[in-house]
């Protein structure tokens, strides 16, 4: 486990523990593993789809606290036999929506 925290505004810290974090040519990968199990495909995409900004938060962190760009966030379920990966479809997009959240949310503090 990887301890990260990166500031997402004046008011707001973003904390998060990464199970795995590997540099590549291109950039930073996070991957994290999950022990839910799944039933089929449409149940584990359920399960990415809620997963989703969780694994953006942690690959916006690690972007943030490294200034090192993070090319892919994948989470890897444990809890149905073999274990599957699936990355988190349109990351940037993704972790726009919560540093978004993020301005919402310290605005709305004030």
């Given at each position: 486990e990887l301890f990260v925290a990166a500031p997402l505004s004046t008011d707001l810290l973003l904390e998060g523990y990464i199970d795995l974090?590997?540099?590549?040519?291109?950039?930073?990968?996070?991957?994290d593993y999950k022990t839910d199990s799944w039933n089929d495909e449409e149940d584990l995409s359920a399960k990415v789809t809620r997963y989703r900004l969780q694994g953006?938060?942690?690959?916006?962190a690690l972007q943030k606290a490294t200034g090192t760009r993070v090319?892919?966030?994948?989470?890897?379920?444990?809890?149905?036999?073999s274990a599957v990966e699936r990355d988190v479809p349109n990351l940037d997009a993704a972790m726009s929506e919560v540093e978004a959240w993020a301005v919402t949310a310290t605005s709305e503090g004030t």
């Amino acid at each position: 486990e990887l301890f990260v925290a990166a500031p997402l505004s004046t008011d707001l810290l973003l904390e998060g523990y990464i199970d795995l974090a590997y540099r590549t040519d291109s950039g930073l990968v996070v991957i994290d593993y999950k022990t839910d199990s799944w039933n089929d495909e449409e149940d584990l995409s359920a399960k990415v789809t809620r997963y989703r900004l969780q694994g953006a938060a942690y690959a916006l962190a690690l972007q943030k606290a490294t200034g090192t760009r993070v090319e892919r966030m994948a989470f890897c379920f444990l809890g149905s036999g073999s274990a599957v990966e699936r990355d988190v479809p349109n990351l940037d997009a993704a972790m726009s929506e919560v540093e978004a959240w993020a301005v919402t949310a310290t605005s709305e503090g004030t």
